[in-house]
């Protein structure tokens, strides 16, 4: 019996504790996206032969598992040769600060700019940390956006026939008379996942933006401008004007978006508020649904609608990889025009590289043309206290549902802000 | 003759159960049913189609989350695993809690509410500090890891569940043991273990449906495909943002049927399992 547990303990000893020897010509690769895996793998086989560098591509999803790995694989200091970060920006800046991220700032640079030039400058944002960030990081670019994504309206072709609507409607009045066309022959205007106040937060920052620009949104985030100044008030009524219009479904305040995909794709309505992600998503529910996309119809021309949009994946190097260079190197392969354009066609999402515009879904096309428009709260100035950021988006659900009005809604809002503002004096 | 007040009680008592048990019933077989169901179905009618029976029935989906899924090289993985855990689980806990529950040592009973306190303890609590262990013993990436951490992950409750079963042995069937010249682990493995084999049953239920679902824990240690679980070829069917239901439905048909299977054979143990207690002897 003795015998037996020293050999057993012996062979767990022998087999187990054994370090094996790094591999200069292998890189690893891990990352989250189950739909993309093939994708990935095929790159990985071409850049093999190419170069004669193998990348291992190693997939854990869903994205909590992935998390839990990197924090963990980051504690334990066997983070791969490229991985991605799903978190705030602030973990992040705190993954960079542990010497674990690369800084690619001089390779970006490298040849005139040229690498940077390629990709999409607002995908480039999101992994940028500029001079005097709150996260008291080094200013540079740490990541690598490898594709890219927006938030806007789409439009079902044939139910905007059927009710005679012949073109997309660009402005906030037009929208309304499409609405109204879609109301006398049965069918309903809007649908989007505003059970989740992200996508609510989103829709009516694009009409802060286009109503008061920037600056003023800045303003108030700072504390310097009410929320019951009249432009807020115009902001909250854009969404009493469309309830009273009826353009939006029942329930739309607490629909989460995959039932709201699934409305859209079964042609419950004519108009969704959706990301660009919902290509993918379509194309599985309803292969034939015929579709366009189009920015949230402007009210006022002073300033730009701007739309939610940035980086949608990205990738860094690790910093203590004695293969950093093949690491960068092979990021540098995948987000050229070639592979940008293939990745797009096979997992139809944006490519981060815009020259590879030209080769993509006409889907595709419409959604990455509006990427200058894009804006994103993680590469804004100052950001809302979350408290009053949510009683600004449940207050939007009131006006919804009807039971408040956008006065009463602003100045709830007000109030709350005035004593957060408070608070922090204080502090 | 009139129908009396105790036997009117009596047929509205058990009518009241009746529906009371069929509604659970039908609670927990529907979601089954609906994934069956689902798993007949194509994509274009899984979301139109609400007939009980689908119109168009599909039966490929089950080749396809084979094939697509890998299933092939993760069943097997997954029947080693559970195999070898269960096992290991069944031969050290029941160790454990024979010694705790028969023989004196010094800190028994500390050592015995470690344990227990250790099922207060989530998983995902503890990946980070089992992942920096794992990866200084040189376990990372290996099948021995991974069954030794899921064989740990599921001592607590069963060592508590054995303990309770041995703490009720009569001290008589040791004493004939051990005349008839056992010693301890002739005791624990003539007399204790076969006693204990509703607990036994029991442990290997909850310990197998533990192992056979676990992903998580595997995603963490596991790198390569070729030793995933079954619930790695799940995953394949579950995009970001996007999900292949009638696939994944026949996918998770297939992984739920091994488990099934082990149910239906135990199930009597399991039930006297549970129910157990005075009858130890």
Redesign the interface.
């Known amino acids: 019996m003795k015998r037996l547990f020293c050999v057993v303990l012996g062979i ?1 000893l022998l ?5 094996k020897p790094e591999e200069q010509n292998t890189i690893t690769f891990w990352h ?4 993309r ?1 093939k994708a990935f793998e095929e790159l990985a086989k071409k850049y093999e032969e190419q170069t004669g560098i193998k990348v291992k591509v ?9 998390t ?2 990197i ?3 980051a ?2 200091k ?1 983070l791969p040769d490229i991985y991605g970060i799903l978190d705030k920006k602030e973990i992040f800046a705190s993954f960079i600060d542990s010497g674990f991220v690369a800084d690619l700032t001089a390779e970006f640079a490298k040849d005139n700019s040229e690498w940077e030039k390629a990709i999409f400058p607002k995908a480039i944002d999101v992994n940028r940390f500029t001079e005097g960030n709150i996260y008291k990081v080094k200013p540079g670019i740490y990541g690598v956006p490898i594709d890219v994504t927006n938030i806007q309206m789409l439009y079902n072709k044939k139910l905007l026939e059927k009710a005679g609507i012949k073109k997309a409607p660009k402005t906030f009045d037009e929208f309304l008379a499409a609405i109204e066309a879609l109301k006398r022959v049965g069918i309903t205007g809007m649908v989007s996942g505003w059970g989740e106040l992200w996508m609510l937060d989103c829709f009516a920052s694009n009409y802060a933006f286009n109503i008061m620009g920037e600056d003023k949104i800045m303003a108030t985030y700072r504390g310097e401008v009410p929320y019951t100044d009249p432009d807020w008030i115009k902001v909250f009524n854009v969404f009493k004007t469309l309830r009273e219009k009826g353009a939006f479904i029942d329930g739309i305040v607490t629909k989460l978006n995959k039932y709201s995909e ?1 409305d859209f ?2 042609e419950r309505a004519a108009f969704s508020f959706n990301g660009s ?2 290509v ?2 379509y ?5 034939n649904l015929q579709y366009g996309a189009m920015l949230p119809p402007a009210i006022e021309s002073t300033f730009p609608l701007k739309i939610w949009g940035g980086a949608g994946s990205s990738f860094v190097v690790n910093n203590n990889s004695s293969r950093k260079d093949k690491a960068i190197a092979f990021l540098k392969w995948v987000t050229a025009k070639e592979q940008q354009a293939y990745l797009a066609q096979e997992t139809k999402n944006l490519p981060s590289n815009r020259q590879a515009l030209s080769s993509i879904p006409e889907i595709l096309s419409d959604f990455a043309g509006v990427m200058d428009q894009t804006t994103h709260p993680t590469i804004w100035s100052h950001n809302e206290n979350p408290l009053v950021a949510e009683r600004y988006i449940k207050g939007i659900q009131s006006i919804i549902i009807g039971e408040k009005t956008p006065e009463q809604v602003a100045k709830e809002v007000q109030e709350i802000k005035e004593k957060e503002l408070k608070k922090l004096r204080k502090e | 003759m009139g129908i009396n007040r105790y036997q009117v009680y009596k047929f509205f008592k058990l009518t009241f159960i009746q529906i009371f048990l069929m509604s659970v019933a039908v609670t927990c077989l529907f979601p089954l049913f609906w994934m069956v169901r689902s798993a007949f179905m194509t ?2 009618t899984i ?2 189609d609400k007939s009980f029976i689908p119109k168009i029935i599909q039966l490929g989906n089950f080749a396809q989350a084979w094939t697509d899924g890998n299933f092939g090289v993760y069943f097997l993985n997954s029947i080693i695993y559970t195999a070898s855990v269960v096992t290991g689980i069944v031969i050290v806990s029941s160790l454990a809690a024979y010694a705790f529950s028969r023989l004196n040592f010094p800190g028994k009973n500390f050592f015995f509410y470690m344990f227990v306190a250790a099922m207060m303890i989530p998983l ?1 609590g503890s ?2 500090p ?3 262990l794992m ?6 990436n ?1 099948r ?2 991974y069954i030794l951490c899921m064989i740990n992950v599921g001592l607590s409750l069963s060592i508590f569940l054995l303990k309770t079963f041995f703490d009720k042995m009569p001290a008589d069937l040791e004493d004939a043991a051990r005349i008839d010249g056992c010693g301890k682990l002739g005791i624990w493995w003539y007399v204790a273990l076969p006693l204990a084999q509703p607990a036994i049953a029991v442990i290997v239920i909850f310990n197998s449906l533990n192992v056979w679902n676990e ?2 824990l595997a ?2 240690l596991l ?1 390569d495909n070729s030793k995933m679980p079954l619930q790695k070829g799940l ?10 239901y009638p696939i994944l439905m026949a996918g998770l048909t297939i992984a739920a049927l091994p488990i099934i299977l082990i149910y239906l054979v135990m199930q009597k143990h399991i039930i006297k399992g549970l129910s157990s207690g005075a009858i130890v002897g």
């Open positions: 767990f087999t187990g504790c054994a370090k989250w996206m189950t739909d895996q190693d997939l854990y999803a869903p994205s909590d598992a992935y839990q790995r924090i963990a694989s504690q334990a066997v699934q794709a079964l992600w919902c993918n998503v194309k599985d529910m309803n292969p | 994509n274009d979301f139109t995902p990946f980070v089992l992942f920096v990866n200084k013993l040189g376990l990372v290996t021995i890891g992903y998580i995603s963490l790198n995953m394949v069917f579950q995009g970001a943002h996007s999900v292949d």
